[in-house]
């Protein structure tokens, strides 16, 4: 197994998944943004993304899927509900709703706010942008409100894949805004060892 990582990009996903798991892969950890900066790159993944998985015959490129296959393919029920379980609903639409929903205005933010050239970059954007993700995220702040976790009583992919999201906006410094339960969540989260493991190598890509 083999993942293309840049420090605290959604490939951090997939390295706390797979060392949440115990796995044993290859880490390649890339410069930001590697389509740029990693010549021979988009050789290997056309995307020019991350992250990237190859495990045996399978080649993935989004991060929240590869957390969804790690934990079916080899959490032996310890990461992943099943479709007999009350939660199944519950989890997908964690799944679902943590990149879709929770990353997707952060990217805005961060590319408006410090990717672009300075002439291109757009305060409006990051400004709507900022307040687009606050307001998606009532539905985390609910359930963290009496719950330790997002579904099943217990932690699984989905509080990865949505703490993921917490950890991209503390890291653009937007934690302060943060309910004080959110804030515990996320704290608990990156508290846990496998976590320390996946985010500690390399340079953030979100300075």
């Not at 988009?42 to 998985?53: E, F």
């Not at 957390?67 to 509900?81: D, K, N, P, W």
């Not at 929770?102 to 410090?114: A, D, M, N, Q, S």
């Not at 703490?163 to 508290?191: C, M, N, Q, V, W």
Request: hydrophobic share 40%.
């Amino acid at each position: 197994m083999e993942i293309w990582h840049c420090k605290d990009a959604r490939s951090l996903r997939a390295v706390w998944t797979a060392e949440e798991l115990g796995l044993d892969y290859t880490l390649h950890l890339l410069a930001f943004p590697p389509r740029f900066t990693e010549p021979g790159y988009l050789d290997i993944n056309p995307l020019g993304t991350v992250p990237y998985l190859v495990d045996g015959d399978t080649r993935m490129t989004e991060s929240s899927a590869i957390v969804q296959y790690l934990a079916q393919t080899y959490g032996a029920g310890t990461l992943a509900t099943t479709p007999d379980e009350a939660a199944y609903g519950d989890y997908l639409n964690w799944m679902f709703h943590s990149d879709a929903t929770l990353t997707f205005p952060l990217t805005l933010v961060l590319r408006y706010g410090r990717f672009e050239p300075k002439d291109r970059r757009q305060q409006q954007v990051v400004d709507d942008y900022t307040q687009w993700f606050f307001s998606r995220l009532k539905l985390v702040n609910q359930r963290v409100a009496d719950h330790d976790f997002l579904c099943a009583d217990r932690f699984t992919g989905a509080d990865i894949a949505v703490g993921y999201a917490l950890f991209l906006a503390e890291s653009i410094g937007l934690a302060a805004h943060f309910k004080p339960r959110t804030r515990a969540y996320l704290d608990r989260l990156k508290a846990r060892d496998a976590f320390r493991r996946a985010q500690a190598p390399g340079d953030s890509f979100a300075r």
